[in-house]
């Protein structure tokens, strides 16, 4: 079953870390990049780090120099990661793994990071 699943959010204070993981389900996913991205109350969802299958990593400006992802590719999963530290108010959101390259797959949960002030 093609599926993706986030775990790892919850509450921290600014200046806090989390580290967010996801499970990605499917032999498909192992030849794609991987996204993280995040949506804010009122928001579209907008990519913040991506991984490429040969592990090359970008990053959105507001997040570079506190997230870091990664990702491991195992039979038939791929288990990505989001190492956020520094966090600040604004990174309060759901955040949500994908594949950019395989729009059809449905989102998952998600997994709410709250940080306050």
């Known amino acids: 079953q093609v599926q993706l699943v986030e775990s790892g959010g919850g509450l921290v204070h600014a200046g806090g870390s989390l580290r967010l993981s996801c499970a990605a389900s499917?032999?498909?996913?192992?030849?794609?990049?991987m996204g993280w991205y995040r949506q804010l109350p009122g928001k579209r969802r907008e990519l913040v780090a991506l991984i490429t299958t040969a592990g090359t990593t970008n990053y959105v400006d507001f997040v570079k120099g506190r997230f870091t992802i990664s990702r491991d590719n195992a039979k038939n999963t791929v288990y990505l990661h989001l190492q956020m530290n520094s966090l600040k108010p604004e990174d309060t959101a759901v955040y949500y793994c994908r594949a950019p390259g395989i729009p059809d797959i449905p989102w998952g949960p998600g997994t709410q990071v709250t940080v306050s002030s």
């Open positions: 499917g032999s498909v996913f192992s030849g794609n990049d």
